[in-house]
């Protein structure tokens, strides 16, 4: 660098001029500019690291290198340098954790940190009568808390901590700060309520959004504020009514309140002829009442959002007709009527600059003809309204429409020529209407096509391929489809997601459809294809949806699925697929729903050789099968998603799992149809922590391992249709999210456990068919099931059965008659033992047998000496009732009639071994 010989050199501005010196050698040019008090060289293409060394120009009180790539931690020295004012080294790639100490540096006034997103560091205490004015560190990965000592700065003019990772709580001492022009703390996880800023009278811009502040703002927070240009709240939990006094101050241009809780009406507007107001955004909050009139005098405003609240009544939409500069009109979803009927249509065609008109649910029963005259419109959603008939052919020449969504109405046709050459649209969505016929529309440009659930029938064009080229998303689910898949189908690189499901196609499905290298959804349900599933899914696989559920299909799961290793959702039920557990997709730990169910898959359950999980597995239904075994404990160990920790609330798995498709602020929502005893249930956007496990109608015996009893965020259960035994687990009571259990049709004994009372959330219960005794548990829950669903157990009683039950132990003999025998036969044969002498002494016998008559006749009114004779000889014999036989119980069963004849019999045999 030829500058290394001004040794005389004060300031150094290289702003944008490529320096191709590699590595630290730049830094070492310096060295020799040893007067050097201003160093600016942004953009100048550095590379790293930054070079402790360059404290040697301890002059240097001015450093600016933005915009180079040091991909390098800050040197710890940079703390050395006594003069230093202005410290900027945004999008740097800095890396590491910034020293703390430069921040005590006595005359530093500006740091600019930010866009380094691998840097990290933290605001720890700020030193008293600091000088500091900016402090910039967005974009940063800066945490931890604001100190209270912020308060010691009270030069700071500037002071942006956005996009980082801050909490906690704003101290008190923040209302402090009076020279704050420029406040942005937005994209942090900043807590509780926003303290005053009231004193900080020069303050400019304020810009709050998406933290988790909560409380209400009141007029003490903002009333001094005479300078504020912007307000932003929006994305926090902030309550309460409005303040008025936020709308009459004398330079507000931008309010944005949008995705609060704020409640209560809109108040009117003060100083309407001297607002400055430009936007205004409340949409996604609960405001109700009417919309004040004096919001449409608000002549500057520019941006008008006021959806997704509670606001009701009837608006003539004429008003607006003196916002002359209004490019954004929301006013979607709450409980108004507008009224797009009037005289003038002028009035509104006045408004140039209009772009943006939402008006979904608004009670509209037609097109506003106001539109057609908006050629700048880029915008337009008219969905979730009452509107019949056509779509007028206007629409279509809109040149500047970019999204069109009139969604949700009752449309029954298209009006006239669709196709523009020249338009310029990126989304449609006409899903839920009536529209009938062939469908000619697919814009050249579109992204985003959505024809679902409508009356469509038409064979899909062979050429359709031609006019996909940009298509992200087409989705053309339960119309009436038939034919097949075109191949030219395939050449949309685009395409992300691809819809058929729910209508007449057949033949095979595309070997070119499993080749794709962009696919993320492919549902093809509920179609009429054949054949076996191609085997052709590339090592380079995306795909995260495959259903193809009701279907022809045959064979096995192809081998080569296991190369899409983002696969979240594998729905193949209800298809003639035979193969033995998948187990070759164990590497696929994104799987978080697998259905199987009504194919001819058999064997045993699980991946015996293999310590891998589906730890993210939430749904899983193996039902109609002819799978065999017992239940997979091994496996159940490892389906983490169903277990929910004492300190874990399931958002996790559900924040990973919305992630599936976003396009210009619309998801796609994957559904998966589960049945139970023939109930089919369609769950749409399942990926949001719902959790359920059917392996019913298949052959799996033994008895339910206490691994299943861990999952603690099931919701559905069915095991029914098999050979289970033994008891139901007491720990069932641990599955407390369960809100459906199936167990019916198997061998399950034993009473039914108390802890299935406690389950809350139970809304269906199945456990008829099988061997159950005893009284069912009183509870909540239990008692208000139908007797169906406890038939078939015949020694079960209670309520619902009519059957009831008695004040004795109920099952007792059955349980334990094995027990009570043995007591039986042990006393019996002891006593055998100890008077079998006496059998053989006559004289000792006859006194001691008298004596023992005496006393079992007082002990036992049932029994009785009597006297009989027989071969000229006289006997007393002591005889028993048939009473005994009865034990006064109606519910007796064979073990007690075993029990009485054994006694009976031995009584028989000592006293007939007597004589008189």
């Excluded at 409340?282 to 109700?288: A, E, R, T, V, Y």
């Excluded at 590497?587 to 359950?605: A, D, E, P, Q, Y």
């Excluded at 619309?666 to 109930?679: D, R």
């Amino acid at each position: 660098m030829l500058v290394q010989n001004l040794t005389m050199l004060r300031q150094l501005y290289m702003d944008g001029v490529i320096v191709t010196t590699q590595g630290n050698k730049w830094s070492n040019a310096l060295f020799k500019l040893v007067n050097l008090q201003e160093l600016s060289m942004s953009n100048c293409n550095l590379s790293g690291p930054l070079d402790p060394s360059l404290t040697r120009l301890q002059n240097l009180s001015v450093i600016r290198l933005d915009q180079n790539n040091f991909s390098s931690p800050v040197p710890e020295t940079f703390a050395n340098f006594t003069n230093l004012t202005t410290l900027h080294l945004s999008s740097c790639e800095l890396t590491g954790t910034f020293p703390e100490k430069i921040f005590q540096v006595a005359t530093l006034s500006v740091v600019d940190l930010s866009f380094n997103y691998n840097l990290y560091g933290s605001l720890l205490e700020f030193p008293l009568n600091s000088p500091l004015q900016t402090l910039i560190v967005s974009g940063t990965s800066f945490s931890g808390g604001i100190p209270p000592s912020i308060n010691n700065l009270g030069q700071l003019s500037i002071l942006d901590l956005s996009n980082c990772h801050f909490n906690g709580t704003l101290p008190s001492s923040m209302s402090r700060l009076r020279e704050l022009t420029y406040l942005d703390l937005s994209l942090n996880d900043f807590t509780g309520q926003i303290p005053s800023l009231n004193m900080s009278k020069n303050l400019t811009h304020l810009h709050f959004w998406k933290n988790g502040f909560t409380g209400s703002i009141t007029s003490y927070h903002f009333g001094g504020l005479r300078n504020l240009l912007q307000i932003d709240l929006q994305d926090n939990f902030l309550d309460g009514s409005l303040p008025s006094s936020l709308f009459s101050l004398p330079l507000l241009r931008s309010i944005r309140l949008s995705n609060n809780n704020f409640q209560d009406q809109l108040n009117k507007f003060s100083n309407i002829s001297s607002s400055k107001l430009e936007i205004l955004d409340l949409s996604g909050n609960d405001l109700n009442g009417s919309i004040p009139t004096d919001i449409f005098q608000l002549r500057s405003l520019c941006v008008l959002e006021l959806s997704s609240n509670k606001l009701n009544g009837r608006l003539k939409l004429d008003v607006i007709h003196r916002l002359v500069n209004l490019s954004t009109l929301g006013l979607s979803h709450n409980h108004l009527s507008i009224d797009t009927n009037f005289a003038d249509v002028g009035l509104i065609s006045s408004i140039p600059n209009m772009k943006i008109v939402e008006l979904a649910s608004c009670n509209l029963t037609e097109f506003p003809s106001f539109l057609r005259n908006q050629s700048k419109i880029t915008t337009l959603d008219l969905s979730s309204n009452n509107i019949q008939g056509s779509i007028p052919t206007w629409i279509w020449q809109l040149n500047s429409l970019v999204q069109l969504n009139l969604s949700h109405n009752l449309l029954s046709n298209l009006e006239g020529p669709v196709q523009n050459p020249s338009s310029n649209l990126r989304l449609l969505d006409l899903h839920d209407n009536h529209l009938q016929g062939k469908l000619q529309i697919f814009p050249v440009h579109a992204s985003y096509l959505d024809y679902s659930s409508n009356n469509f029938s038409f064979t899909i064009p062979s050429d359709i391929g031609n006019f996909l080229s940009s298509t992200i998303f087409l989705s053309l689910s339960k119309n009436n489809l038939s034919g097949n898949i075109p191949q030219s189908l395939c050449s949309s690189s685009s395409m992300l997601v691809l819809d058929f499901s729910y209508n007449h196609l057949n033949g095979k499905i595309p070997e070119c459809l499993t080749q794709s290298e962009r696919l993320v959804v492919l549902d093809l349900q509920h179609n009429k294809f054949y054949g076996s599933i191609p085997d052709k899914f590339p090592v380079s696989c995306v795909l995260r949806t495959l259903d193809l559920n009701s279907n022809l299909l045959w064979g096995s799961i192809p081998k080569s699925l296991a190369n899409c290793t983002s696969l979240e959702v594998l729905d193949l039920g209800n298809n003639q697929v035979d193969d033995g557990f998948p187990c070759f997709l164990k590497t696929i730990s994104t799987l978080r729903v697998m259905v199987l169910r009504g194919n001819k898959f058999h064997g045993h359950v699980g991946c015996p050789y293999s310590n891998s999980t589906w730890y993210m597995l939430q749904i899983v239904d193996l039902s109609v099968n002819n799978f065999s075994g017992v239940l997979p404990k091994n496996c159940f160990k490892t389906w983490k998603a169903m277990m929910l920790d004492e300190d874990d609330d399931g958002s996790k798995f559900n924040h990973i799992a919305s992630q599936v498709l976003k396009f210009g602020g619309i998801y796609y929502q994957g559904s998966v149809t589960l049945t139970s005893k023939g109930l089919q249930m369609e769950f749409v956007n399942i990926l949001t922590g719902f959790t359920s496990v059917d392996f019913s109608s298949n052959n799996f015996e033994g008895t339910i391992p206490e691994e299943l009893m861990n999952f603690t965020r099931l919701n559905l259960l069915d095991l029914s249709d098999n050979a289970l035994a033994g008891q139901i687990p007491s720990s069932i009571g641990n599955l407390k999210q369960l809100e459906a259990l199936d167990l019916s049709s198997n061998h399950f004994d034993g009473e039914i456990p108390t802890q299935l009372a406690n389950l809350n959330f139970l809304s269906y219960l199945d456990l008829s068919s099988n061997r159950l005794v005893g009284k069912i548990p009183v509870g909540i829950q239990l008692q208000t099931f139908d007797a169906s669903s406890f038939v078939g157990n015949a020694e079960l009683c209670g309520a619902p059965l009519p059957k009831n039950c008695s004040n004795e132990t109920y099952g007792l003999p059955c349980t334990f008659g094995w027990n009570i025998i043995m007591v039986e036969l042990g006393f019996v044969f002891g006593l055998a033992l100890v008077i079998d002498p006496l059998l053989f002494w006559k004289q000792w016998r006859q006194w001691y047998w008298k004596r023992v008559d005496l006393i079992l006749c007082r002990i036992f009114p049932q029994l009785n000496l009597e006297y009989e004779s027989s071969g000229g000889h006289c006997y007393q014999v002591l005889r028993l009732f048939m009473i005994l036989l009865s034990f006064n119980n109606p519910y007796k069963s064979n073990d007690d009639e075993k029990i009485s004849q054994i006694i009976i019999m031995s009584l028989k045999h000592i006293v007939t071994g007597k004589s008189s």
